[in-house]
């Protein structure tokens, strides 16, 4: 059964993350246990009870226990009706000059779906990698091709999930935030200018890395991933490049040359291009905005519990634009950490039935935020306090 996978998998990281053995048996029935055996291995001063955390997940786990399967009609629908919209309202803008009043009715219409059509690959990477195989395959033509995301450069998030490496250096998608100062969020926000400009980069010249082995190693371990810690990289063991993510960069360096190619011979005019760059550098803002009220960044860089992980993560309820920003179930940002195999269209559910029936002030409660203002401003309310008045997570006592 879907959930039964999910609950093993989530066992098994968690069995790996603390470096123990237990037999199947055990995988089956102990996840509370093992959660509770983890929260004794990472004691520090905030820390929860381990009957706390067992009780809080095994009743959390019951609640949304028939909320584990997807729906794939689900998916096609939305995605398809997402990303030929988005490309239908952006080829009216791209056409248009920009003074133009239609070409920017356009444009942000455009933005908001081919943002959300790109975010399909948050699910693309949770998917077992024998399910749903037409839906990956078509959304990397459709959508991780030609937006210069396909789904093997998402592929790092894995780490972004495990109690090893949550924030840590291996963790791609964390950067300290709350341990920083207010420049720090400064610039993360200033990635949107030059992220989208480095990903075209490396898609243009990326087919010379075929040319050496060591070059090739490096860019699969140093320029493959979506990130925003720009001091993440691989290791060549954790590097598994298949023949059709090998496909599907060669794809994506078709398309970065496509786009070169109608402007160098006339086919289309060179102002085309700071148009795309001005969509994705928009899109990107989205992404950034989101990225930053999804957590509250108090992690210093230390192994910490898969409870730990939770509290550091953000559910948003937000208002009708929470759903514009924080597309595919992403404003349920702290839910989808503890249980990452509930599909996107039933997080919504497992947010209800948890707020309805779990105690007031319960763990899952303190998770809850009413929109982006409150969560990013108490990120910058962190970080302007002294240091050592901060609520940080890892601090050595």
Not at 276 to 305: C, D, K, P, W
Request: glycine share 6%; net charge neutral.
């Amino acid at each position: 059964m879907p959930f039964w996978r999910d609950a093993n998998w989530f066992i098994q990281l968690l069995i790996q993350d603390m470096n123990k053995h237990r037999d199947n048996a055990a995988l089956k029935g102990g996840a509370a246990a093992h959660l509770a055996e983890e929260s004794n291995s990472n004691e520090n001063p905030g820390a929860e009870s381990a009957t706390v955390q067992r009780d809080f997940y095994v009743r959390a786990r019951k609640i949304c226990s028939d909320l584990f399967e997807p729906n794939p009609a689900w998916y096609w629908a939305d995605f398809l009706l997402s990303v030929f919209t988005a490309y239908g309202l952006a080829s009216v803008f791209l056409e248009l000059s920009l003074t133009s009043p239609i070409a920017w009715i356009c444009f942000f219409p455009a933005c908001v779906l081919v943002y959300r059509a790109s975010l399909f690959v948050h699910e693309i990477v949770h998917f077992p990698r024998n399910e749903m195989k037409a839906f990956r395959w078509v959304w990397n033509f459709l959508a991780g091709a030609p937006m210069m995301v396909p789904s093997f450069s998402y592929e790092s998030h894995t780490h972004h999930h495990s109690s090893r490496h949550y924030g840590t250096e291996h963790d791609g998608e964390y950067l300290p935030l709350a341990s920083g100062t207010l420049s720090g969020i400064f610039v993360f926000m200033a990635q949107v200018f030059f992220q989208p400009l480095l990903v075209f980069l490396r898609y243009l010249i990326g087919p010379l890395s075929f040319l050496h082995p060591i070059l090739r190693q490096w860019t699969l371990t140093h320029a493959s991933s979506l990130v925003i810690n720009f001091k993440y990289h691989k290791d060549a063991d954790q590097v598994k490049h298949s023949r059709e993510d090998t496909f599907w960069e060669v794809m994506t360096y078709v398309r970065v040359w496509a786009m070169v190619a109608v402007v160098v011979f006339g086919i289309m005019p060179w102002t085309r291009l700071p148009k795309m760059l001005l969509i994705a550098m928009f899109v990107l803002t989205l992404n950034h905005i989101r990225t930053l009220a999804a957590h509250r960044y108090r992690s210093q860089g230390e192994t910490i519990s898969h409870l730990e992980q939770f509290q550091d993560s953000t559910n948003i309820t937000g208002k009708w634009y929470t759903e514009l920003i924080c597309p595919v179930g992403l404003r349920y940002h702290a839910l989808h950490h503890l249980f990452p195999g509930i599909p996107y269209h039933n997080l919504g559910t497992a947010h209800r039935r948890l707020m309805s029936e779990l105690p007031e002030g319960s763990i899952y409660h303190q998770s809850v935020y009413p929109g982006f203002r409150s969560v990013i401003g108490e990120l910058v309310e962190t970080v302007r306090k002294p240091h050592e008045e901060r609520d940080i997570v890892g601090r050595q006592a």
